[in-house]
């Protein structure tokens, strides 16, 4: 079964807002990824979150990681045009710590 | 470009025929993946290579057959599709399998079975 969800599916905002998205998965993990995917292109990584860190920090991207709660968030600020894109969380679990599994992503529409 | 290079770019293919796609990075990286992306499906996860050796084959079709000559190149081969199959095919290189590193992808073959 899937392993990460992401929640909203959809989301669209103006140029400047903060854009957040959540992502929820069901077993234990050792890290979290989010990835981007512009238009029928490939996956950019964008961040990497362990399973014991709460918050990591690139550039204008927030993460979050409460495994408490099984669940992360991807806050973007100030967004811009070029933000627009689908977003993918993925989890890496397992005994071996080496499955990397997509959620079903969440695309982005920045207005200008 | 990422580092992973994915040839052709779009592939049209009927059902009878025989293709494959090709994938090569030159990072270093000694784990490959071959991932499907579907409309409105989660990028699943078809083969795994790990040091040139095939470490996960997640129920894929016969139809799909991978190939690793060595830690630089990767191939999906292809015979007998079904229109189903149509997809972006990613493929993904790591430094190592899964673990604490992102993967990088290629741009992906965007395949149609006619």
């Known amino acids: 079964s899937q392993q990460g969800e992401e929640d909203p599916q959809a989301l669209s905002i103006q140029e400047g807002e903060n854009a957040t998205m959540n992502c929820s998965y069901k077993?234990?993990?050792?890290?979290l990824q989010w990835y981007r995917q512009n238009s029928g292109r490939g996956l950019v990584h964008l961040i990497l979150?362990?399973?014991?860190?709460r918050e990591k920090h690139s550039g204008r991207l927030r993460v979050t990681l409460d495994t408490s709660k099984k669940s992360s968030s991807l806050l973007i600020t100030a967004s811009r045009a070029a933000d627009t894109a689908s977003y993918f969380c993925?989890?890496?679990?397992?005994?071996?710590?080496?499955?990397?599994?997509f959620g079903g992503g969440t695309r982005v529409l920045v207005k200008p | 470009e990422t580092g992973v290079t994915q040839t052709p770019r779009h592939l049209v293919m009927g059902m009878t025929n025989k293709k494959s796609l090709k994938c090569e990075q030159h990072?270093?990286?000694?784990?490959m993946y071959w991932y499907k992306q579907s409309a409105k499906k989660p990028l699943e996860l078809m083969f795994v290579?790990?040091?040139?050796?095939?470490?996960e084959n997640n129920s894929v079709p016969s139809r799909f057959s991978p190939e690793c000559p060595n830690s630089s190149h990767l191939f999906l081969h292809l015979h007998t599709l079904q229109p189903e199959d149509s997809a972006l095919y990613l493929c993904?290189?790591?430094?190592?399998?899964?673990?604490?590193?992102?993967?990088?992808f290629g741009s992906g073959t965007r395949l149609t079975v006619v």
């Open positions: 993904a290189s790591s430094q190592e399998r899964g673990a604490g590193y992102g993967y990088t």
């Open positions: 077993t234990s993990i050792n890290n």
């Open positions: 979150i362990r399973s014991n860190e």
């Open positions: 993925a989890t890496v679990y397992g005994a071996a710590g080496n499955k990397l599994t």
């Open positions: 990072l270093g990286h000694n784990a």
């Open positions: 290579y790990s040091l040139e050796e095939r470490v």
